[in-house]
């Protein structure tokens, strides 16, 4: 079975620019989570997604949203990027019934902005 | 309050010896402590967890131990290689609240392990 998966595995943007970000679940888990990686830090917690709707919400501005499709892959989006917002992006998705604290991440988007 | 605490920043290690990382934690509604190890290039994969209920928790070469009073819980990788050398992370989550989805990560252990 595939793992989660992300595109596009690599971005440059501007200052100012707008970027969006997808995932693919693992088969058969609903919810899916983002989450920002700064070079030389633990990854933080951005969004968390369950059946479509916003199940939590980290301490980031309202520049970052994300929604969640019926086939529950995601995106995330992210306006007016600033030099900041240069990280690997990560997503993680977990099933909703047994073992549903196992988060499983996907290898990230590096987001670099100039 | 959120926070969870990881020490040390970097560690070095001879092939076969013990690899130790500790991480504190302030927030009592925590409930779920899993550890990530991450290779360069790639995301976290989860290595082993352990809910409060129990004190320690061993699967082959890896152990978390737990302290519950102290608030502390640590990885001992026992017989360390050299494909152990990766970034390893601590978390903690509450299920309770975010049923996992969200968690709280440490700054990071860089390991090296030499031959």
């Known amino acids: 079975d595939a793992g989660v998966t992300q595109s596009p595995t690599h971005l440059i943007k501007t200052r100012g620019q707008h970027v969006t970000l997808r995932c693919s679940p693992i088969?058969?888990?609903?919810?899916v989570s983002w989450y920002q990686q700064v070079l030389g830090q633990g990854p933080q917690f951005i969004f968390q997604?369950?059946?479509?709707?916003?199940?939590g919400r980290g301490n980031f501005p309202d520049r970052f949203s994300a929604r969640q499709f019926p086939n529950y892959s995601s995106e995330l989006n992210v306006n007016a990027l600033l030099l900041g917002d240069s990280a690997l992006y990560l997503c993680?998705?977990?099933?909703?019934?047994?073992?549903?604290?196992?988060?499983?991440f996907g290898s990230g988007t590096q987001l670099s902005v100039l | 309050q959120q926070q969870v605490k990881q020490s040390p920043q970097s560690l070095i290690v001879q092939k076969g010896g013990i690899s130790i990382i500790n991480c504190a934690y302030e927030?009592?509604?925590?409930?779920?402590f899993p550890w990530y190890q991450q290779f360069p290039g790639k995301g976290p994969a989860l290595l082993i967890a352990?809910?409060?209920?129990?004190s320690e928790k061993k699967e082959g070469r890896f152990t978390i131990s737990f302290n519950k009073s102290a608030k502390q819980f640590s990885l001992h990788i026992m017989d360390s290689q050299p494909g152990d050398s990766a970034t390893y992370f601590c978390?903690?989550?509450?299920?309770?609240?975010?049923?996992?989805?969200?968690?709280?990560f440490g700054q990071g252990t860089e390991l090296s392990v030499k031959p």
């Open positions: 993680a998705s977990r099933s909703v019934g047994a073992a549903k604290e196992k988060l499983f």
């Open positions: 978390a903690a989550s509450s299920l309770i609240y975010n049923q996992g989805g969200k968690l709280i």
């Open positions: 927030n009592t509604a925590f409930d779920y």
């Open positions: 352990i809910r409060p209920d129990v």
């Open positions: 997604y369950y059946e479509k709707e916003e199940r």
């Open positions: 088969s058969g888990h609903k919810s």
